[in-house]
């Protein structure tokens, strides 16, 4: 069983910056590909970024270049990094990773971005 919590959602204006961080529990997760998923309101979840523990990092075209994703083993810890916030980034933003065929989720975190 792996619990995830993600944390560090609020309010922000355009042009600002907020960072989440999503700690795992249940199992050292070191060995996964851990994601950060969103979903607006009225369309679906879409994954935002993805985190190798070699350090390879993917990003949805429209997050390039201003998000930042990162994970600190020892902490069982992924964070992302969110810079020059437009308000199309408003959402709520989930933690996932698929470990040994299930997917686990966090509860999500509301970020909104103000025009």
């Known amino acids: 069983q792996v619990v995830l919590v993600e944390s560090g959602g609020g309010m922000a204006q355009a042009g600002g910056s907020l960072r989440l961080s999503c700690v795992a529990s249940g199992r050292a997760l070191g060995g996964y590909v851990m994601d950060w998923f969103r979903q607006a309101p009225g369309k679906e979840r879409e994954l935002v970024a993805q985190?190798?523990?070699?350090?390879?990092?993917y990003y949805t075209n429209s997050v390039k270049g201003r998000f930042t994703m990162s994970r600190d083993s020892a902490k069982n810890t992924v964070y992302l990094q969110m810079n020059s916030l437009k308000p199309e980034d408003t959402a709520v933003y989930y933690c996932?990773?698929?470990?040994?065929?299930?997917?686990?989720w966090g509860q999500g975190t509301q970020v909104t971005v103000s025009s």
């Open positions: 996932h990773v698929s470990a040994l065929g299930t997917d686990y």
């Open positions: 985190a190798w523990n070699s350090g390879t990092t």
